[in-house]
């Protein structure tokens, strides 16, 4: 059996999940502490729960086909201010230099209340003789005043990085780590590139350290499979990138989560909610693609593309605030914060005439509810008592607990309150659903999301006493992932690769979009990925002058996939009618090529009486198995073949492009060519849909069957 190891390198503990590659099922898991104090660091850890998992399955190094970590070392490192004091090597010349100083000039960029990243700087101008020799002296002067790591800033390097890599020669040559902005970003604007970029430096060295004792540790276990990182955008990269972007794993611990729901939940259009003991990361998938941003550091921009993840502080160990004895409030605080038992995960014999008191986790923290038992044991009344006792948690979850336990623990809060145990409960749930739906509701109006259709996955050893209740309150469909409690290091495992391309071009010509799409390409297989199974997605952002291309690849092709059960045409109709709730008798397969299907159904909506209608096709793009690839509120559905293609790309794209007095705006755009979906919606004009499609259908043949989807860009 082929295997794929994920192992997630937690604050407390390390885990690792042990996947099927052939039928991407979890075989095993396993758990051991994360070894901070080790003199290898946390990477004595991985190599323990490696050991451990190979072991406990009898796997040999050489069946190992994938393995990828993800870690926190570098969220860590920012948030407890662990970074190394930054050099900036500023190359100019004449006035334009003058206005490259400022903008390099970062001085201290504030990690948390109390510490922040230090950097200093020095000027050389380029156009001299001497250049390399000031930039060495330069480099010489920054490490006398404590800098550690160097940073190359220039402006407009992304066109011309020459002075920036000579630069980083220097440092490699005097043995100290460099970083130059055009290696972080290529797209212009010196302050946020060279912010960017000093965040990167700063974490280099222990990053360095830590990278080389994991890839040297898992050489020695005798896996030969290149050892993959989990970035902060939901892919994986080789260590090799680590190295150079270390930056690129800050915020990754979320990531692992969402790719989990991507790719062994099979996620398209919902919202991902992976619930711990203190918070709820949540973050958006839409149309198969996880939403990303920059990330912000120290109250700054950067140009580090992350998910968009939002937190809040409602999780399964969340405490219960109260006030005069009543429920006031849930969370922030947790029960181990209290250094108190949980009530839901106590034996019920241990609660003994519990009387209702209130404890400060800290001074400046309101009260939260614990019982008081005259056997002098204390217990604390947490969110996940309230779910159970709600009968929200099944007997399958992680998060199910001693239901009579609870009922004993909160019966004097239920008491002061005048109600039932239950419906104390219930008001606790309504209160922590309250926080954690108004970021729901904002990330679906932020990427205008149909909360019709729109499912919430459950994920993390807490979901089960967040999501239900919140589907409930919202009125929308739930699941829990299967494996939910260890959904994270799944997503480890299963992680594609993935790189990002940025470019500031204004006015892009075919030519240049193209180029950026090789690029983002190459740097996928650069990292590892199968050329064969590269998938390139471009957009044009005409505001920011931007070019953006994202490639996506596995490491190998999967020789068989074990999970694919095809499902008839009339299965994978019921699951449409379910997925766009309407009756499966109103739902019609519009367009098929074997693989994919377009469904609809025709909705009609009244306004005034019946005397005006508005008729609209909610499409759905699903695959053999049923699964729902893409959806739209009101889609056109074409076919067509690979000899007559252009035309009617250029027709159904004209069909439905919008003509107003600011000009014109094309439709969102879709071509759907065996199991693929070649999405088009982020060009300008019809001429780089037609090149760019060009170049994805090259190997097309004049017989093969192909879709094409558009709706309008509101959709």
């Known amino acids: 059996m082929k295997v794929r190891i994920g192992i997630d390198v937690g604050g407390t503990f390390t885990d690792a999940a042990l996947i099927n590659n052939d039928t991407f099922e979890l075989v095993s898991t396993a758990k051991v502490p994360t070894t901070h104090k080790d003199k290898a660091g946390v990477a004595a850890g991985i190599v323990q729960v490696l050991r451990e998992i190979m072991e406990k399955n009898q796997v040999k190094p050489e069946d190992v086909v994938f393995i990828s ?78 800098c550690e790591a160097i940073v190359a800033a220039e402006a407009f390097s992304v066109d011309h990085p020459e002075n920036e890599t000579k630069v980083s020669e220097i440092c490699q040559e005097k043995g100290i780590t460099a970083t130059a902005t055009n290696e972080i970003s290529k797209l212009y604007g010196l302050k946020v590139r060279t912010r960017t970029a000093v965040v990167n430096a700063s974490i280099m060295p222990k990053m360095l350290d830590a990278a080389n004792m994991t890839e040297s540790s898992i050489k020695k276990a005798g896996i030969q499979t290149p050892l993959m990182v989990m970035r902060c955008d939901g892919g994986v990269m080789t260590v090799d990138e680590v190295r150079r972007r270390p930056i690129l794993t800050i915020l990754s611990g979320p990531a692992a989560g969402v790719a989990g729901a991507l790719m062994y939940e099979k996620l398209t259009n919902g919202i991902f909610l992976e619930v711990g003991g203190t918070s709820t990361d949540i973050s958006c998938v839409k149309d198969g693609k996880v939403m990303v941003k920059y990330a912000e550091v120290g109250g700054h921009k950067t140009y580090l593309t992350s998910l968009d993840v939002r937190t809040v502080g409602i999780g399964g160990g969340s405490m219960i605030q109260i006030e005069n004895g009543k429920i006031s409030d849930v969370g922030p605080r ?57 009968g929200y948690v099944k007997d399958e979850d992680y998060a199910k607990g001693n239901v009579e336990a609870a009922r004993k623990a909160w019966k004097p809060l239920a008491d002061n309150m005048g109600m039932s145990v239950e419906e104390a409960a219930k008001e606790a749930l309504r209160l922590s659903a309250v926080k954690n739906g108004k970021v729901v509701k904002a990330l679906i109006e932020d990427y205008n999301m149909d909360p019709r259709t729109i499912v919430l996955v459950g994920g993390g050893g807490g979901a089960a006493a967040v999501v239900p209740h919140l589907a409930e309150t919202l009125s929308m469909k739930h699941r829990n992932a299967k494996n939910a409690s260890v959904i994270s290091t799944i997503g480890v495992a299963l992680a594609m690769i993935r790189d990002t391309v940025e470019r500031t071009i204004a006015n892009p010509t075919q030519e240049d979009i193209l180029a950026v799409r090789r690029e983002a390409e190459e740097r996928a297989i650069h990292s590892g990925a199968s050329p064969e199974t590269v998938e390139v997605s471009v957009e044009v952002d005409a505001t920011k002058n931007m070019v953006r291309a994202i490639a996506i690849g596995t490491t ?32 019609y397969t519009a367009a098929g090529n074997g693989m994919m299907y377009a469904m609809q159904y025709k909705m009609v909506r009244k306004k005034l009486f019946g005397l005006i209608k508005s008729v609209s096709k909610p499409t759905a793009i699903a695959d053999e198995e049923g699964v729902i690839r893409l959806q739209k509120k009101n889609g056109k559905v074409y076919m067509t073949d690979g000899k007559n293609w252009e035309n009617a790309l250029l027709r159904a794209v004209d069909n439905m492009t919008d003509y107003n007095d600011g000009g014109k705006t094309l ?33 097309v043949r004049e017989d093969d069957q192909l879709m094409i989807l558009t709706s309008a860009r509101t959709d």
Do not use: W
């Open 334 to 390: 947790s029960v181990h914060i209290a250094g108190l038992d949980y009530e839901v995960y106590s034996d019920s014999a241990d609660i003994v005439d519990p009387v209702l008191c209130a404890i400060k986790p800290t001074d400046t923290d309101p009260d939260y509810a614990y019982v008081q038992c005259s056997n002098g044991k204390k217990f604390a009344l947490s969110l996940a008592g309230a779910a159970n006792l709600a």
């Open 69 to 146: 970590h993800g870690t926190t070392q570098a969220t860590n490192a920012l948030l407890e201010g662990d970074v190394v004091k930054v050099g900036i090597v500023t190359i100019g010349k004449g006035i334009e230099g003058a206005k490259s100083k400022s903008d390099t000039v970062m001085g201290d960029i504030p990690l948390t209340a109390t510490k922040s990243l230090h950097s200093e700087n020095k000027y050389v101008e380029s156009e001299t003789e001497a250049f390399c020799q000031n930039a060495a002296e330069a480099v010489i002067q920054l490490q006398e005043k404590g």
């Open 667 to 699: 439709p969102n755009t879709y071509l759907i060519f065996g199991k693929r979906i070649l999405d088009l919606s982020g060009l300008l004009d019809e001429a780089q849909m037609k090149s760019l499609a060009e170049v994805e259908l090259a190997a």
């Open 556 to 587: 190998e092709l999967r020789s068989k996939d074990l999970t694919n059960r095809k499902l008839t045409e009339e299965e994978i109709r019921k699951k449409v009618a379910e997925h766009l709730n309407t009756d499966i008798k109103n739902v």
